[in-house]
């Protein structure tokens, strides 16, 4: 059903906005206290999503969109 993805979507978009506001808001106490050039900072996640790929909408499955998973390293003046 096309609105019940649309409500996934919607849901999975609005989590995504309110972990990256998190993330900012951890980053920039890191450069208050002077520690962002000291830290390495890891983001990850277990899983991926399938928001109406393949018409499913959670991640129960091994296709390529639930299986992905981001890994980001960051740390600055040795991995950009």
């Known amino acids: 059903d ?8 919607v849901s999975y ?14 980053l920039r106490l890191l450069d208050e206290l002077g ?8 983001f990850t ?3 991926g999503e399938h928001l109406g790929s393949h018409g499913r909408v959670e991640k129960k499955s ?9 890994m ?3 740390l600055p003046g040795k991995i950009p």
């Not at 978009?13 to 951890?26: N, P």
């Not at 520690?35 to 890891?42: A, E, M, P, S, Y």
């Open 2 to 9: 096309p609105d019940i993805v649309k409500e996934w979507m």
């Open 13 to 26: 978009y609005a989590l995504i906005e309110e972990v990256d506001y998190y993330v900012g808001e951890q």
């Open 35 to 42: 520690q962002r050039n000291k830290t390495l900072v890891i």
């Open 45 to 47: 996640s277990d899983h």
């Open 62 to 70: 091994f296709y390529e969109e639930a299986i992905r998973a981001p």
């Open 72 to 74: 980001i390293l960051s």
